[in-house]
């Protein structure tokens, strides 16, 4: 069983900086994605960015050029450096971690609890 605790979250003046942290317990694959997700109120979850245990990265568009996601393996854990941030970042932000198979055909899945990202105007 995996659990993902988020922490960093917290209340911000547009403009401003945040880093967020996520810690992973439990059975990670050695073929494993992490990588954090945000809903904000009446919105669907979208994605944030993600990171693999080599370090290749993927944003969502809302991300790019803003944000940096790394990734310290021996601990497990995944953090989000989000600069120039907007009222539009208001959101809860998940820790998300997918265990995949040898093979590469499927994985499990895992969440975090969220944590809240607040940015004034």
């Known amino acids: 069983q995996v659990r993902l605790v988020e922490s960093g979250g917290g209340l911000v003046q547009a403009g401003g900086s945040l880093r967020l942290s996520c810690a992973a317990s439990?059975?990670?694959?050695?073929?494993?994605?992490m990588g954090w997700y945000r809903q904000a109120p009446g919105k669907q979850r979208e994605l944030v960015a993600t990171i693999t245990v080599g370090g290749l990265k993927n944003y969502g568009d809302s991300a790019k050029d803003r944000f940096t996601i790394s990734r310290d393996n021996a601990r497990n854990t995944v953090y989000l450096q989000m600069k120039s941030l907007k009222p539009e970042d208001t959101a809860v932000y998940y820790c998300?971690?997918?265990?995949?198979?040898?093979?590469?055909?499927?994985?499990?899945?895992?969440w975090g609890q969220g944590t809240q990202v607040t940015v004034s105007s």
């Open positions: 998300n971690l997918k265990n995949w198979g040898i093979t590469l055909r499927t994985y499990d899945d895992s």
């Open positions: 439990g059975s990670i694959s050695s073929i494993s994605v």
